[in-house]
């Protein structure tokens, strides 16, 4: 049975995953929460670099050195990297809404997350920001646990690498086949960088998800586990 890493977005846990993990029992599912989040809150958030390596040392550990890989947002930018660095670690992937076009630098977006992060800790907005990302409301409670555990330093960190991130032109030399993809009303930025990326790859195809958010894996949790079933099924 293949092994599948599923990589959550910032703020969140491999609790993202359950409708996934639900739906998809063809295969071994594994959702690990990513250093400064959930379970591993203790593990200190260094760099995506860092991420992609803690990752590609879980599957070492947990999946026979070898995985399939499904990302959103963050999960798909430690994605980028995982593949660019350890790119012996991972077979087919499913990656969405990962941001890969920016620049080195202090982002306006760190810098307005920054400004904010005193509201981090309104549980009030928190839950709404939950219920507008489509989160079901059974996982709620942990959306709000993790978004509000986070230390506003690191999470604005984190927010200024992901907009910095660039991916590597390394990645035309690799032969994994690739399933970018991104929601019709994501910012221009994420979809320019799904297009590049099946641009780049040999072994890479781009799909824009009609009506899809950034979250859409909760928006249209059907068909986000039907696509990913397929595309984990294909042998070519």
Known sequence: MNSVVFLHGAGMGGWMWRPQIAALRQFRCLAPDLP????????????????????AEFIRQEAGGRADIVGLSLGAVVGYELLAAFPDSVDRMVLSGGMGLGKPGRTMVGRLTRATMGLASSRLLV????????????DRALAVRDMTRIAPAVLSDMVDQVMAYHVDDSLRLRPHRVLAMAG??????????????????????????PKGLHTWNWQFPDLFSQTVADWLS???
Not at 41 to 54: E, G, K, M, T
Not at 127 to 138: F, K, L
Not at 185 to 192: G, M, N, Q, R, V
């Open 36 to 55: 400064n989040h959930g379970t591993n809150i203790s593990l200190p958030w260094r760099s995506i670099r860092d991420s992609a390596q803690w990752v």
């Open 127 to 138: 839950r709404a920001t939950a219920a507008a990302m489509r989160i079901p409301a059974e």
């Open 184 to 209: 019709r009303f994501e910012a221009p930025s994420i979809k320019h960088t799904v297009r590049h990326l099946a641009e780049l790859m040999p072994n890479a195809k781009v799909v824009i998800v």
């Open 234 to 236: 294909r042998d070519s």
